[in-house]
C-alpha cells in the first residue's frame, strides 16, 4: 500500500529531449509537491499544488510545466532537457504545510 | 557524539551512543519545524516536527529542541543503532498563508559505527 509512487524510478535520456515524471499519492492528501535534489544532497522546493491549483512556482525554468489532473496526481513534464536538469526528483504530499510524505524518487540522467 | 551546526557534513558515532545533530535556521518568523531521515535510494522520511511554541518534544528513542532565540533546532538520538545511518534534514515552515513552504537545510550524514 505505497503512499506517494513516482514513476519511473530511473530516467536516463539525452541533452534536448523532453520527458516526464508521474507522480500518484492515496493518502487523500490535497497538497502535492516536487522537489529538486541536487548531487550534494541540496533538497529545495520546485512546485506546489493545492486542489490541483498552482500554489508555488520556485523560479524554475519554464521548461518544467507540473499538470495536476487530480488532486491525487501531480506530473511532471520537462522540455528540451539539460545536463543540469541531472538530479533526483521527488514528490511529496501533505494535508497542511506541514508532515509531507515523499515518494522514492527519481533519477534523472541527462547525457 | 555531536554536530556544530551544519559546517560538519558529517557525524560519525559509536553503535550505542547518543546522537546529537544541530540545525541553524534563518527565519525568526518559522514557526514549524521538522526532522526528516533519508536513507540511501529513498525519499525524506518524517521523524519529528516541534511547533514554535514549543521548546522540546520527544519521540520514540528522538527528542527535539528548538532555541528561538539562537534560532538553534536539534535533533538527539537516544542508542544510535546501525539503522539510524542516514542523512538528516531539518526543516522550517515560514507561516505565509496559501504560500507557505518548508525550507529545508543542508543535509547532515550520520554513520554508526559497529
Known sequence: ?111 | GENVGLHLPTLSVQEGDNSIINCAYSNSASDYFIWYKQESGKGPQFIIDIRSNMDKRQGQRVTVLLNKTVKHLSLQIAATQPGDSAVYFCAENINTGANSKLTFGKGITLSVRP
Not at chain 1, 497538497?31 to 486542489?51: G, H, P, R, V
Open chain 1, 1 to 111: 500500500d505505497t503512499a506517494v509512487s513516482q514513476t519511473p524510478k530511473y530516467l536516463v535520456t539525452q541533452m534536448g529531449n523532453d520527458k516526464s515524471i508521474k507522480c500518484e499519492q492515496n493518502l487523500g492528501h490535497d497538497t502535492m509537491y516536487w522537489y529538486k535534489q541536487d548531487s550534494k544532497k541540496f533538497l529545495k522546493i520546485m512546485f506546489s499544488y493545492n486542489n490541483k491549483e498552482l500554489i508555488i512556482n520556485e523560479t524554475v525554468p519554464n521548461r518544467f510545466s507540473p499538470k495536476s489532473p487530480d488532486k491525487a496526481h501531480l506530473n511532471l513534464h520537462i522540455n528540451s532537457l539539460e545536463l543540469g536538469d541531472s538530479a533526483v526528483y521527488f514528490c511529496a504530499s501533505s494535508h497542511t504545510i506541514g508532515e509531507q510524505y515523499f515518494g522514492p524518487g527519481t533519477r534523472l540522467t541527462v547525457t
